[in-house]
C-alpha cells in the first residue's frame, strides 16, 4: 500500500475485534485495529459501520453479535476509540451519475 492509501474498515472486523468466540477472525481483527492504534493503517469507517456496530456489540445476548454484549455507555467508549482512530468517510451518492463518491473528515 501506498502511504496515501485508505482502507475502508467493515462492521465484521471491527466486531470480531471485540467477540474471541471464533480465535481466528478475533485474531486477524486485532491484528488490524493494533496496526490502525500504531498508525501503520490509514483506517476509515462510515457512520452506518458505527451504527451497526454499535447496534452489534449492544444488542440482547440471543441477538447480538457478542457473546458479551456492552452497556450502552460501554458501547460508546468503544465508538469514541474507533473514532479516535479512523477518519469518518462522508458517502454522498451523485444521483445524476449514479456515481458513488467520497471525502474523509477526522
Do not use: W
Amino acid at each position: 500500500m501506498t502511504d496515501d492509501t485508505v482502507c475502508m474498515i467493515n462492521t465484521n472486523v471491527l466486531v470480531y475485534a471485540f467477540e474471541a468466540a471464533d480465535t481466528l477472525k478475533h485474531e486477524l481483527a486485532g491484528d488490524l485495529v493494533e496496526e490502525m492504534l500504531e498508525r501503520e493503517l490509514k483506517a476509515a469507517v462510515s457512520t452506518q459501520i458505527l451504527s451497526e456496530l454499535f447496534v452489534n456489540i449492544t444488542a440482547e445476548k440471543k441477538k447480538s453479535a457478542v457473546t458479551n454484549p456492552l452497556s450502552v455507555k460501554e458501547a460508546k467508549n468503544v465508538l469514541s476509540d474507533v473514532i479516535s482512530l479512523a477518519e469518518i468517510a462522508v458517502l454522498e451518492c451523485v444521483h445524476s451519475a449514479g456515481v458513488l463518491t467520497s471525502g474523509f473528515a477526522h
